[in-house]
């Protein structure tokens, strides 16, 4: 059974997750400044999903 401070946890890095795909979206002009933010926001939102699927038991 998953604890509460896990659920929060895990809420808290999908939230991050889409915080991050959303300013990811925000780049549209396609220079080479843009694709870099955009590259990094994807991964950063990457990451707080893998840190979600962590907090959570498999």
Do not use: Y
Request: proline letters at 5%.
């Amino acid at each position: 059974m998953v604890d509460t401070e896990k659920l929060v946890i895990c809420g808290q890095e999908l939230t991050r997750a889409f915080d991050f795909l959303d300013r990811a979206n925000d780049c549209v002009w396609p220079s080479a400044p843009q694709l870099a933010t955009k590259r990094g926001l994807l991964d950063a939102a990457r990451l707080a999903v893998d840190a979600a699927k962590q907090a959570l038991p498999h």
